[in-house]
């Protein structure tokens, strides 16, 4: 518990106890929140659903309707509706339809609002600019109008993305120019500024979160990280040979996902609105991960990883590394897990799902030309 107040839940994170984040945390002691989190059923929604529920808010998760229900990574969260502390509600939007959304608001009138939603995968943007332009872009716009024509006091968290710096120099922080090297990155400059925008012309209280990479076992199977983690879990158990893949070289700051979900819900109790880059510091390739991963497993990553060319992207963004000074001295946002722990979570995780039968590897990219 926090040594500061009695009421703020951090448990070891806060470097910087004096900071902003208690002012609000001890407000909060007399009427519990509620939060709205568009993309719920991502990675960091489940994280970010799991840290709101554990302070006492109620959730509300906006899902898209899909054929199949797409709820494996909050599953573990489910409630029963027709308990009186029912926290975690779900209800049907998307980021397309401005109505819903206005609807949503009027009948929610959340305390905070987290959108995660998003097309949020770089190499499908090339191919699908134009509808990751409407989600990850337009999509925002929609949300700040409605919040702006309800007149709600929201507090909103944009989660923009380190892609957006491209290839601008490292270390890149909260001052660094903005150079998008893909529809995704592009989509995500345009969502930052439109951000600023409502902040500086309506003094809506809105903190675009700049985050670098973030993984953990629930990552989707086609980020790079997680794709490895599972080759190798496949591998070791002798259900799989190979594993294709593009850039080698390209280099990430890579973080642990719980740890930067933690970092959203501290800059929504800062005193002011303002933009935050969370990255651990250290930037590794993917060579590098690779060498990590089959390690882990005792397996030589020369002998089973191969090249695609399918995987390489039309323009790449080489390397990134942030520096997340401002975030560690005015929130005390401190990254817990460093890059071989994360390595070894991951990997870990993916050969007990192996092992426990849970290893549903359709390994969705063989499916695509
Ligand atoms: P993710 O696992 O891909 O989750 C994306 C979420 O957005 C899913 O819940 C998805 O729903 C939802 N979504 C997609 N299209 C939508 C639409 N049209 N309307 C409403 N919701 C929609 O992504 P993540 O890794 O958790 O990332 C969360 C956010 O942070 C994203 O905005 C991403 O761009 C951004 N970000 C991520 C990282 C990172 O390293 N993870 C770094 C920087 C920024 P379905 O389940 O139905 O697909
Ligand atoms: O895992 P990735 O697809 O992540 P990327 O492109 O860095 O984007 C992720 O992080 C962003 C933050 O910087 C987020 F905004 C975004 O939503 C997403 O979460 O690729 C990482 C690197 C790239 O350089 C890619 O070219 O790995 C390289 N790579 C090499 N082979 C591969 C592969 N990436 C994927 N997905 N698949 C490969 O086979």
Not at 140 to 158: D, M, P, W
Not at 228 to 257: C, F, H, M, P
């Amino acid at each position: 518990m926090c040594s500061v107040c009695s009421v703020c839940s951090v448990v070891n994170t806060l470097s910087n106890p004096q900071s902003a984040i208690h002012n609000r945390s001890r407000m909060a002691k007399s009427k519990p929140r509620t939060a709205l989190i568009t993309g719920i059923t991502g990675q960091d929604g489940s994280y970010l659903a799991e840290l709101l529920l554990s302070k006492g808010y109620t959730v509300y998760g906006m899902i898209r309707r899909s054929s199949t229900f797409n709820i494996d990574r909050i599953e573990h969260l489910y409630q029963d509706p027709h308990v009186a502390d029912y926290r975690l509600r779900l209800v049907y939007g998307n980021l397309t339809d401005g109505s819903r959304i206005t609807q949503l608001l009027a009948e929610i009138q959340p305390d905070e609002i987290y959108n995660l939603g998003a097309q949020s995968h770089v190499q499908v943007s090339f191919e699908q600019p134009e509808y990751t332009g409407d989600v990850d872009a337009v999509g925002v716009t929609r949300l700040l109008e409605s919040v702006r024509a309800l007149g709600l006091k929201s507090r909103i968290y944009q989660a923009c993305s380190s892609e957006m710096f491209g290839n601008a120099p490292s270390p890149q922080g909260e001052n660094t120019p903005l150079m998008p090297r893909s529809p995704y990155a592009a989509a995500k400059a345009y969502a930052f500024w439109m951000c600023k925008s409502y902040r500086e012309a309506y003094g809506l209280f809105i903190a675009n979160g700049i985050l670098f990479n973030h993984e953990s076992p629930r990552r989707g199977p086609t980020f790079v990280t997680r794709k490895i983690t599972r080759a190798v879990a496949r591998i070791a158990a002798g259900k799989q040979k190979a594993l294709y893949l593009g850039n080698l070289e390209a280099s990430r700051d890579w973080g642990y996902a719980p740890d930067y979900v933690e970092g959203m819900w501290q800059m929504l109790q800062a005193k002011k609105p303002d933009d935050f880059v969370l990255a651990t510091g250290e930037s590794h390739s993917v060579q590098e991960i690779c060498e990590l991963a089959f390690a882990r497993a005792k397996l030589d990553w020369r002998k089973h990883v191969k090249h695609d060319k399918r995987y390489l992207r039309p323009a790449e963004v080489d390397h990134l590394c942030g520096d997340a000074s401002k975030a560690r001295k005015q929130l005390g946002w401190k990254p817990r897990v460093k890059f071989e722990e994360l390595v070894n979570i991951m990997v870990d995780a993916d050969i007990q799902a192996v092992g426990e039968g849970r290893d549903d590897f359709r390994s969705e990219e063989r499916w695509f030309k």
